[in-house]
């Protein structure tokens, strides 16, 4: 859903992908970094440190887009970059998750209902994009959206207990249906 706003990110971005590639930053140091701090998010989350877990979450967030952003500036775009931040999601949306329910912040079940549906939103578009699918932003929860109703509840949560255990819900939820919308549109662009 947010994808249609991906011109406007690249132009608010652009400033700070300009400062990077003066820093000499690739944007695969970009993606491991990203993944670092969403690591470091979660072990923030599973030690209840719930402002520096936003903090560090924000900041894992901003390079994700980031990367991107600068891989196109430098024409440094490849399959290897685009898979390499590919499996850094999974293993950011995986470890946040995972750091949130051992945090208590959300039980078990609804931590396993997020991650199955943040991994089927994601397997859903690359499965489709390997049987030559194309413009697949579809959905409701794609990872920019995900990321946000993480950073919505883990916000609220610093002032009222039990937000972040109702994002995780709407989360759930939104990356099933997310899932669904992906698996009608490919079954339509493939018969």
Not at 13 to 24: D, N, S, T
Not at 39 to 49: E, M, Q, R, V
Not at 53 to 66: R, T
């Amino acid at each position: 859903m947010l994808s249609r706003l991906k011109n406007i990110a690249e132009k608010l971005l652009a400033p700070i992908a300009r400062a990077v590639l003066k820093a000499g930053l690739s944007p695969n140091v970009l993606t491991v970094l990203g993944l670092v701090l969403a690591a470091l998010a979660a072990l923030f989350y599973s030690l209840k440190g719930i402002l520096l877990a936003l903090i560090s979450l924000f900041v894992s967030g901003l390079l994700d887009a980031l990367d991107g952003t600068v891989a196109r500036m430098s024409q440094k775009s490849s399959a290897a970059g685009g898979f390499l931040d590919a499996v850094s999601d999974r293993y950011s949306d995986a470890f946040l998750i995972l750091g949130i329910v051992i945090g208590g912040y959300c039980d078990v079940l609804i931590g396993l209902l997020a991650l199955s549906g943040c991994m089927l939103v994601s397997y859903a578009r690359a499965r489709a994009e390997s049987l030559g699918v194309r413009e697949f932003g579809i959905g409701l929860a794609e990872r920019p959206e995900r990321l946000i109703i993480i950073m919505v509840g883990t916000a609220l949560e610093t002032v009222h207990a039990g937000s972040l255990y109702v994002s995780m819900i709407v989360l759930s939820i939104l990356a099933h249906i997310t899932a669904i919308q992906r698996t009608f549109y490919a079954l339509r662009c493939l018969k």
